[in-house]
């Protein structure tokens, strides 16, 4: 069982190219328009940390709940997951771009603004960046010890290992679940500091995990393509299949409860969010995300003998890629930078962030066996069957 992976020249070379193309972007960005730009910089940093959290969640899951289907491939979620650390540095520079993003940063701005004023206490930069930095310092090293212990198992093989993986994994849940709802108020928002929803930070965390799903997809079939991964059948298809399609019903119920509740209210402290992405010009945006991310998913991958195909579980993860750069897209520009803009700029930007946070996964991946050799549930998972 060949369980070695190393980068070829070829998808290094394109990586690099995906990168540099990045950096254009950046740069023609901060030269015509810098508040453009720094938004786009929140949007890509969010985008790849959620499907990160969301494939370490899935990862932590397979551990908590003893599941030996996965056993196969779970070195790929938790490869999933290397981005965090460029993550935080990435994060970390938006402090710069802070006036940009969010309203509540401007000098001055709880002189005028009364709300913003009676939120002064948490809405101020010092604490926004303190607790970035304790978002951090909870995942990475929580990431870095679940990595440790799946190399200590490649290594040395034992339970000892599989037993220690499930206890990090746990508090990893914890970690993620808390500490991604407040991130996604902190980060996203607050960039429209007069409205409110008490499921915002809740449908990001949850959903995070449906991106992560996709992702997992992704890499798993083209590892596979790669040569790696022979045992993957059927069983394991549909399995996958299933959690695309339970969280396309998570996503559509979660969306739909959220913008209902608050239309119908018809309170201005809440529909002042909907109202430009609903009538204004946001409108094909915001009739793209539930399409995207909920009806076809769900009608596709409904039926089993449909969902588990390879063509169709690959089209639906790459679909979803684009319908997390939409929600996304929708919920940070129209607060932040406010007038409607697509090019390459937002294009470049994202293939940039794309070829790094590629980079990072085949990096970790080429330091890890694809395949865990002593997982104590491997046999079972080679086994899998419907």
Sequence with gaps: MDTSFKPSKKLLAILAAMIAIGVVALIAGFATDSARTWPNILLNNMYFITISIGALMFYGIQYITGSSWSALFQRIPLAAGAFLPAGFILMLLLYFGLHDIYEWSHPG?????????HKAPFLNVPFFMIRMVIYFALWIPLFIMMRKMAKKEDLEGGEQWYIKSAFYSKVFIFAAVLIFSLAAIDWIMTIDAHWYSTIFGFRAMITSMYYGTAIIILLVF??????????????????LARYLFRFSIVFGYLWFMQFLILWYANIPELTVYYSPRFLGEWQFFFYAEPLINFAIPFIVVMADNTGKKKPVMIGISALLMVGLWVSLFLQIMPGSYGVLKLGFIEIGIWIGYAG?????????????????????MLQESIHHHL
């Design 109 to 117: 701005i709880t002189e005028t603004d009364k709300l913003i004023a």
């Design 222 to 239: 083209y590892l596979k393509n790669l040569g790696f991964l022979k045992e993957l059948n059927e069983a394991h298809r549909h399995d």
């Design 356 to 376: 790094l946070y590629l980079l990072m996964v085949f990096t970790a991946l080429s330091r890890i066996r694809v395949v865990p050799v002593n997982h104590p």
